[in-house]
């Protein structure tokens, strides 16, 4: 009997992933939004969210969206995305529709470093959700965003697409940049370093990706949460980039991360762009 309780433990232990974060806007979109708003209107704005990363200078991620989200409840909810041209970005899937909360209109934010103030702004309510977007599985999380003409500037400009060499490369041991205005830490409040915000994180394999949330699939990226370095809430539907020739190279949409919290060392997900090249290529 004590080794059947003991074999029973140790397969509870092996089975006890970890929980991706679900539905989104209720869990964290509508929250995190009032925590930014209410630091931009007490002009005490001066930082990121993204967790052990820095603050981002103007025009150090032109191509970064910042996404001011109207929910058909009335409330409000935020997220980020990736200019792909002139007229399209790319974001998430579950920022339009978490399997709960269905947005009604996104206000995108160019060329700013805040989000509720300043920059472009751009009103729209056409987004194009992948058709097998499943809030279940979590497979299929993105969306494009069609909006107004927008000139290139300094401070707004596009990202490529992972075309060409890039299109077989899984980016395993690649140091990538991801940029966001989710919160800085677990039980960080309103203060300091609230701007826009990046940090550095090394692509892992999504076989050791999978030792925290089980069965990773093929179209999710992972990178590493170590040393409470992430993507936080808030920071859903941004980019995740690298530097190829030159030129800054979109690989991930950030997707989910551990229901528990961002700080904990646990890898954060993204979807893998190079997955969607065609389908995204098709609405471009």
Not at 3 to 17: E, K
Request: one cysteine or more; hydrophobic letters at 45%.
């Amino acid at each position: 009997m004590k080794s059947f309780v003991l074999f029973v433990a140790f397969v509870s232990a092996v089975l006890a992933f970890e929980e991706p974060l679900r539905f989104y806007h209720e869990t964290a979109g509508i929250r995190e939004a009032a925590r930014i708003k209410q630091a931009e209107e007490a002009l005490d704005f001066d930082g990121g969210r993204i967790t052990g990363g820095s603050a981002a200078a103007l025009g150090a991620h032109p191509h970064m969206g910042g996404l001011v989200i109207t929910l058909t409840s009335g409330a409000t909810s935020v997220c980020g995305s990736s200019l792909l041209s002139n007229t399209r970005l790319a974001t998430a899937a579950h920022c339009w529709w978490d399997g709960r909360n269905q947005a009604r209109q996104f206000t995108v934010v160019l060329g700013s470093i805040r989000l509720f103030t300043g920059g472009v702004r751009i009103n729209t309510s056409n987004v194009q959700m992948h058709g097998s977007w499943n809030p279940s599985t979590i497979q299929n999380d993105v969306a494009i965003i069609v909006i107004g003409w927008v000139g290139y500037t300094n401070a707004i400009n596009r990202i490529n697409l992972p075309l060409g060499t890039l299109a077989n490369n899984l980016f395993v041991g690649t140091t990538a940049t991801a940029a966001g205005f989710g919160r800085t830490g677990d039980n960080v409040g309103i203060g300091n370093n609230q701007f826009l915000s990046h940090v550095n994180l090394p692509v892992i394999t999504n076989a050791v990706c999978a030792q925290t949330f089980g069965n990773v699939i093929a179209s999710t990226l992972c990178v590493s949460g170590a040393n409470g370095r992430s993507t936080c809430p808030g920071d859903s539907g941004g980019p995740l980039a690298v530097t190829s020739g030159g030129q800054r190279v979109l690989i991930g949409i950030t997707s989910f991360g551990s229901a528990r919290g961002c700080q904990l060392g646990f890898p954060a997900a993204f979807v893998r762009v190079t997955s969607f090249n065609a389908w995204i290529q098709a609405r471009i």
